[in-house]
């Protein structure tokens, strides 16, 4: 396998709006992450990937860009990017953006000018199209609830937006168009940024005949992502993306893909294809789902399905592509009230187990900030205390219009659900808001932040960051844990999530229990007398044939002969 800095990497992502604030007005900044590059450098990550931190109306946090080359007023200015990159690199931290070009924001000068006249230089930068008879252009739904179209009185016609009114999404068919998003990318390569994150990529290329959405026809889909993702051109323009910019530049690149089925990602990814190096796919985010009202339930994960889904992936990428590997992220809940358990006597192990599994798979492991000291999701009482667009958005469609949910069990929903359980501020110790600002903090902090913060961590030195921090070690000191491969063991354990990774003669042999059950076991590696424990999240002493709740293990056998290995495999 082809050795990459990239693939041996551990990412962190740091939402700036939340991470520290330095100025005390409530809101994270770039001096504050400059303050914290020490901790992050202690935790012994090699890149920071930043959510959005553009000049933006932050309709949407961030993510509705007006201006691609202006830092947003709250996080700082272009001097204090400058310091912070610089600074990062003294560390031997690589720094990727958020690349957002799917859409802008309605206040960039771009969509300013479209919406002028249907002359306008700038009007084919978007897409616009007639209603059909007085009725929206088709039945295309947002990801945020409602018509995937705003109309415009000025010139008569509609405008997309795949997300909120205020997010025109950009006509990738305009050559000009194109251009100018490879320009604004070498501006910040240039500058000396590492590479990026490519928010929904695989949604660049629309259908010109816009067609009708079947599945929100059928009432099967809560918006129209599955059928817009990976378009016509979606391939022709991220290639020529690598060839016209990223191929001139050593980057890493990841790129967001809502609803991209394994046959479409070996094409991103493939090696040969010249794309991107890899991927955040959401299947396995997406599997507690429900069918009508989609992300909106408080459904547990099944875990034959979790694994099927993440077997799968690691099967089909091996030796083509590559994994990025991530619990957790801005979009999605905390991953330790999500698939773990939160409660006080479990939090811990629970937290531990799931980073083992996950930083032990084929790929390249993303933290999510707070991740790393165990923070949780936060339950809030009124739907009025939440701020994320998509929350408020679902919960006016589902309570006040359809009358479909009550308010009781919408607020569950979002408990579990929200985007704004990963947004709440960085709980760095115990005094007035964690830490995080002097003053007023832009959104509520988690009340459990006295006992959850990042200097109870630094004091435990049985604490998730110390067990993360080792996970880190031991991926730059065992080559078997990036460029092994990987087979699935036990499939159809509904408790265990178990599998091997093989490099030359060494195997690594990883055992996790998902469950706060205690499990009898009967593996063989815990037979063999020549194994080595690298890690697991109970110490000693290590029960032989026995997971306690939460438990993980981690084994490693060296100079395996190919004579040996059926006798020393991993088997139920």
């Given at each position: 396998m082809e050795k990459n800095w990239w693939k041996e990497a551990v990412v962190y992502q740091i939402y700036?709006?939340?991470?520290?604030?330095?100025?005390?007005?409530?809101?994270?900044?770039?001096?504050?992450?400059?303050?914290?590059?020490?901790?992050?450098?202690?935790?012994?990550?090699?890149?920071?990937?930043?959510?959005?931190i553009y000049e933006s109306p932050n309709d949407d946090n961030g993510y509705d860009i007006s201006n691609y080359k202006k830092i947003m007023n709250d996080f700082g200015d272009m001097n204090d990017f400058n310091q912070l990159l610089e600074e990062a690199h003294k560390k031997n931290i690589k720094i990727i953006m958020d690349l957002v070009v799917n859409h802008t924001s309605d206040e960039h000068a771009w969509f300013i000018e479209s919406r002028k006249d249907k002359n306008n230089a700038y009007r084919d930068y978007y897409i616009w199209k007639d209603g059909d008879d007085g009725n929206y252009p088709n039945n295309w739904q947002s990801y945020f609830n409602g018509p995937a179209w705003t109309y415009d009185e000025t010139t008569n016609q509609y405008y997309l937006h795949l997300f909120s009114e205020k997010q025109p999404d950009l006509n990738w068919d305009n050559e000009q168009l194109r251009s100018?998003?490879?320009?604004?990318?070498?501006?910040?390569?240039?500058?000396?940024?590492?590479?990026?994150?490519?928010?929904?990529?695989?949604?660049?290329?629309?259908?010109?005949?816009?067609?009708?959405?079947p599945n929100i026809s059928q009432n099967l889909e809560p918006n129209s992502a599955s059928f817009i993702a990976n378009g016509p051109n979606a391939h022709r323009y991220i290639n020529e993306m690598n060839k016209e910019v990223l191929s001139k530049y050593d980057v890493m690149t990841v790129g967001e893909m809502v609803n991209v089925p394994i046959e479409e990602a070996l094409k991103y990814t493939g090696s040969e294809r010249n794309e991107l190096q890899m991927i955040f796919q959401w299947e396995h985010m997406s599997l507690d789902y429900d069918p009508i009202r989609g992300k909106w339930n408080n459904q547990k994960v099944n875990l034959r399905d979790l694994k099927e889904s993440l077997f799968k992936w690691q099967e089909k990428l091996q030796g083509i592509g590559w994994n990025s590997l991530y619990w957790n992220n801005h979009d999605n809940p905390r991953c330790v009230s999500r698939f773990g358990d939160d409660r006080p006597e479990y939090r811990k192990l629970s937290a531990k187990m799931l980073a083992t599994t996950l930083h032990l798979l084929q790929g390249t492991p993303y933290i999510y900030q707070g991740e790393e000291i165990g923070m949780t999701n936060i339950h809030l009482n009124h739907i009025e205390q939440y701020e994320d667009i998509e929350t408020l958005n679902a919960y006016k469609e589902l309570v006040e219009n359809k009358n479909s949910i009550t308010n009781s069990q919408m607020m569950k929903y979002i408990h579990f659900a929200s985007r704004d359980n990963a947004r709440t501020p960085m709980q760095w110790d115990s005094t007035k808001n964690a830490g995080f600002t002097d003053s007023t903090p832009w959104f509520v902090v988690n009340e459990n932040y006295k006992n959850i913060n990042v200097e109870a961590s630094l004091n435990d030195s049985d604490s998730i960051f110390y067990y993360y921090q080792a996970l880190i070690q031991l991926r730059k000191q065992y080559e078997i844990i990036v460029y092994g491969s990987f087979k699935a063991i036990d499939r159809n354990n509904s408790k265990i999530f178990a599998f091997e990774r093989t490099l030359n003669e060494s195997k690594l042999y990883v055992i996790s229990n998902f469950t706060d059950e205690k499990i009898n076991t009967n593996y063989r590696i815990e037979q063999n007398e020549n194994k080595k424990l690298l890690i697991g999240n109970y110490g000693e002493p290590i029960l032989k044939n026995t997971l306690r709740p939460y438990e993980t293990k981690v084994y490693l056998i060296d100079n395996i002969t190919s004579e040996s290995v059926d006798n020393n495999g991993i088997q139920s």
């Open positions: 700036p709006r939340s991470f520290k604030d330095s100025n005390n007005d409530g809101i994270g900044d770039l001096q504050g992450i400059i303050q914290k590059l020490d901790y992050l450098d202690k935790l012994g990550i090699d890149v920071i990937w930043l959510n959005p100018e998003v490879y320009d604004m990318m070498r501006y910040w390569l240039d500058k000396g940024v590492d590479g990026f994150r490519m928010d929904v990529i695989n949604m660049i290329s629309k259908d010109p005949n816009i067609p009708d959405d």
